[in-house]
Nanobody, 120 residues
Framework: QVQLVESGGGSVQPGGSLRLSCAAA????????RGWYRQVPGEQRDWIAV???????NYADSVKGRFTISRDSAKNTVSLQMNSLKPEDTAVYYC??????????????WGQGTQVTVSS
C-alpha cells in the first residue's frame, strides 16, 4: 500500500510563490506517473502538472510558465514550485501517483490534499 503526504500549502498574496511537496511511503512500481491536481469546491478535480518516471513533464495551460513539477526518485518525492500565483489558483491541491504499464493504469494513489489560498 502506498501512502502520499503533501506539505507546503498555505496562504500567499497574488504574485507570490509556494512550494508543495509530496512524500510517498511504500513501494511504487518503476513505471509511474506522478502529478498534481487541484479542486475547487463544487467543481471537478483537474490535473495541472505531471512528470513521468523518465522525466517528461506536461502542464495544464492555466499554469504553464508559472509552475514547475520535479521529482526526486531517491527520496521518493514529487514537488510543485508555484510562482506568480493568482487568486484563481486558490484550491485544494492533491498529489497523485499512477503505476502504469504500456499506457494502462494499474494503481492510482492520492494524497489527502493541501489548501492553497491566494488572496490580498
Amino acid at each position: 500500500q502506498v501512502q502520499l503526504v503533501e506539505s507546503g500549502g498555505g496562504s500567499v498574496q497574488p504574485g507570490g510563490s509556494l512550494r508543495l511537496s509530496c512524500a510517498a511511503a511504500g513501494s511504487i512500481r518503476s513505471d509511474n506517473v506522478r502529478g498534481w491536481y487541484r479542486q475547487v469546491p463544487g467543481e471537478q478535480r483537474d490535473w495541472i502538472a505531471v512528470v513521468t518516471s523518465r522525466g517528461s513533464t506536461n502542464y495544464a495551460d492555466s499554469v504553464k510558465g508559472r509552475f514547475t513539477i520535479s521529482r526526486d526518485s531517491a527520496k521518493n518525492t514529487v514537488s510543485l514550485q508555484m510562482n506568480s500565483l493568482k487568486p484563481e489558483d486558490t484550491a485544494v491541491y492533491y498529489c497523485n501517483v499512477k503505476e502504469v504499464d504500456t499506457g494502462a493504469t494499474l494503481s492510482d494513489y492520492w494524497g489527502q490534499g493541501t489548501q492553497v489560498t491566494v488572496s490580498s
